[in-house]
T-cell receptor, first 112, second 115 residues
Framework: DAKTTQPPSMDCAEGRAANLPCNHSTISGNEYVYWYRQIHSQGPQYIIHGLKNNETNEMASLIITEDRKSSTLILPHATLRDTAVYYCIVRLPIQGAQKLVFGQGTRLTINP | NAGVMQNPRHLVRRRGQEARLRCSPMKGHSHVYWYRQLPEEGLKFMVYLQKENIIDESGMPKERFSAEFPKEGPSILRIQQVVRGDSAAYFC?????????????FGNGTRLTVT
């Protein structure tokens, strides 16, 4: 799996949009970009994933650059409950290589 | 639709005992993954199983650890002769397919404490 680079920590004010960047400059053409988060002491929570196109669901939006070398996760209206460690992961769609490899992630703190 | 269920939530074992951690995947999911998170550290992949088969065990310690996912029943992660260094949170995840565009969904983990 291609490696990802994320800032170790970020702060965001409650009610504002939180934009979390991720660099994956060595991504290959068939690797998906996944985002998970882990709220303290809970299991990782799936947020969103995409291949080439931008994606949106009830939790967040994922913006992938045209060259696919970076992406941004957007939480449109951050709340205190969004405080968590956010992981950006790239994943090969190859049989037998389905595991997710977690890095250090970005510790996002939402401030009141 | 119930999520991934892990039990027990907390498990205390004395050194030398056996620990058995159970994971029931989401309904319809036949792929199971186990991860370990040591205190203040990141999530580390241990093993990936598909019904009755181990597909990838590259993250499993060579001794004392084993995993199974029988045709019927939950997946089991077994740790024999536990040591204090085994104290960690163990998370199970499941997916409906093994394909790269099939998200993993995680349970809330079993916290193992070895005294």
């Amino acid at each position: 799996d291609a490696k990802t680079t994320q800032p170790p920590s970020m702060d965001c004010a409650e009610g504002r949009a939180a934009n979390l960047p991720c660099n994956h400059s060595t991504i290959s053409g068939n690797e998906y970009v996944y985002w998970y988060r882990q709220i303290h002491s809970q299991g990782p929570q799936y947020i969103i994933h995409g291949l080439k196109n931008n994606e949106t669901n009830e939790m967040a939006s994922l913006i992938i650059t045209e060259d696919r070398k970076s992406s941004t996760l957007i939480l449109p209206h951050a709340t205190l409950r969004d405080t968590a460690v956010y992981y950006c992961i790239v994943r090969l769609p190859i049989q037998g290589a389905q595991k997710l490899v977690f890095g250090q992630g970005t510790r996002l703190t939402i401030n009141p | 639709n119930a999520g991934v269920m892990q039990n027990p939530r907390h498990l205390v074992r004395r050194r030398g005992q056996e620990a058995r951690l159970r994971c029931s995947p989401m309904k319809g999911h036949s792929h199971v993954y186990w991860y370990r998170q040591l205190p203040e550290e990141g999530l580390k992949f241990m093993v990936y199983l598909q019904k009755e088969n181990i597909i990838d065990e590259s993250g499993m310690p060579k001794e004392r650890f084993s995993a199974e996912f029988p045709k019927e029943g939950p997946s089991i992660l077994r740790i024999q002769q536990v040591v204090r260094g085994d104290s960690a949170a163990y998370f199970c995840a499941s997916s409906i397919q093994g394909a790269g565009n099939s998200p993993l969904h995680f349970g809330n983990g079993t916290r193992l404490t070895v005294t």
